[in-house]
């Protein structure tokens, strides 16, 4: 536990357990009963304490385990979705309108150029709705046949992924990939739309690729990520949050919601993925234990018993 979160929970027991109230107001039976630790095993929170700690309570039951494939990628432009701007006639340019990074409309101008042949005027457009990303492109120079704006609509995006000689048999067009920033903690689910036919000699990798909606802008071009392939899934009668399990005495345990609070329960664990985890024993469907958080109630459990040892 960090001492950040250690922090955040001081004070939320402090100020929910009676002390932020007047200075003649009493602790409830409740608040009381869980800094004394009274049931030997439990601890016991108030709501407005579960709140506080940012402990969220979930039912145990049946989902879907996934087989997945640890890989990591790379953002990048969807190159379908990337044109190129280029003057119709050679030309002298006049006036340009647009810069990188400005958000565009397909038939908006983007530079007026005047013909070198007719002497007439004439607008350069963007072909498609998105973002300007290179511009070579003053008043007053010659446009000749070069580019002039490139344009892409990240509306969506690709996720380059690099397997491993290894993993190559494993993965195939139409597959399921869960894609994570750790940076910004973003996450979504795209599907793998081409395989490389041949590897890169230099690292020795194969490209798969995955078509990611971002109709949001938050993935950018540029961003590493990590991504889990999905090999199969499995359904399961019960499982509970990874972030549920926590260890004691060289156990699993869950931190099960009972009457006398917040039980710990030893359970044996079965299959899991990188959200959730089987349940084989020590816990039954329709249970609700702690989903989140359940590290503070380990804390709490630790700090009780020290207090009863003393």
Not at 38 to 49: I, K, M, R, S, Y
Not at 132 to 149: I, Y
Not at 238 to 243: I, K, S
Not at 301 to 309: P, Q
Request: glycine share 10%; charged share 20%.
């Amino acid at each position: 536990m960090n001492q950040k979160s250690l922090w955040v929970l001081v004070l939320a027991l402090w100020t929910l357990g009676g002390c932020g109230g007047s200075a003649t107001e009493a602790p409830s039976t409740k608040a009381e009963a869980h800094h004394e630790h009274g049931e030997p095993g439990h601890v016991e929170l108030t709501p407005e304490q579960i709140q506080a700690a940012g402990i969220v309570v979930a039912e145990a039951g049946p989902a879907t385990i996934r087989e997945t494939l640890p890989v990591y990628g790379v953002i990048a432009p969807n190159a379908e979705r990337v044109r190129d701007v280029a003057a119709r006639f050679p030309g002298v340019i006049l006036a340009v309108t647009a810069k990188v990074g400005d958000a565009v409309r397909a038939g908006e101008t983007l530079a007026t150029v005047e013909s070198n042949e007719s002497l007439q005027s004439y607008a350069v457009v963007a072909p498609l709705n998105g973002v300007v990303t290179a511009r070579q492109a003053n008043p007053g120079e010659q446009t000749g046949e070069k580019v002039l704006f490139t344009i892409a609509d990240l509306s969506s995006v690709w996720v380059e992924l690099s397997l491993f000689p290894r993993d190559m048999t494993k993965v195939r067009v139409g597959q399921t990939v869960q894609v994570a920033s750790n940076d910004t903690g973003l996450r979504a689910d795209g599907k793998i739309i081409y395989v490389a036919p041949f590897g890169s000699s230099a690292n020795q990798t194969l490209t798969a690729r995955v078509l990611l909606d971002n109709a949001d802008r938050r993935w950018a071009p540029g961003l590493y990520v990590s991504a889990r392939v999905t090999l199969g899934e499995n359904p399961v009668p019960l499982v509970v949050r990874n972030e549920a399990l926590q260890t004691l005495d060289n156990s699993n345990v869950v931190f099960v919601h009972a009457r006398q609070g917040f039980e710990p329960r030893p359970v044996r664990i079965g299959r899991a993925d990188g959200q959730l985890s089987e349940v084989t024993e020590g816990l039954r469907a329709g249970e609700r234990y702690a989903a989140a958080n359940s590290f503070i109630l380990k804390a709490e459990l630790g700090k009780g018993s020290a207090e009863h040892d003393d």
